[in-house]
């Protein structure tokens, strides 16, 4: 079962930006990926996606639209998040997950069985 390892988050204040990073532990080139996050008490959501291809299909919560981009390089079996324009909302811990069905890692990611650490996410001023 490959294993994830997301980093890059902090403390920034609204309007910053930060980049997070997952590094998977095995070859994810066959693999849909996706983005979520959960805020203090609340559970958690799914952020963005992006296909099997460097370069694939995205998809993104309409809360993150425009301020978001997903992305990936298989040659580095890691996927991205570069976030602009945060808000005090988007505080939370973030976690990456990927699965080879693209309908699993948008529709039925909630069965995943195993998750990273997560990397803490804080915007405040």
């Known amino acids: 079962q490959v294993q994830f390892v997301e980093s890059g988050g902090g403390l920034v204040q609204p309007g910053g930006s930060l980049r997070l990073s997952c590094v998977a532990s095995g070859n994810i080139f066959t693999y849909a990926a996706g983005w979520y996050r959960q805020a203090p008490g609340k559970q958690r959501e799914l952020v963005a996606t992006?296909?099997?291809?460097?370069?694939?299909?995205?998809w993104y919560a309409d809360s993150v639209k425009g301020r978001f981009t997903i992305s990936r390089d298989n040659t580095k079996n890691s996927v991205y998040l570069q976030m602009n324009g945060l808000k005090p909302e988007d505080t939370a811990v973030y976690y990456c997950n990927a699965d080879p069905t693209l309908h699993i890692v948008m529709q039925e990611w909630e069965s995943f069985s195993s998750w990273g650490q997560g990397t803490q996410v804080t915007v405040s001023s």
């Open positions: 992006i296909s099997r291809r460097s370069g694939g299909s995205t």
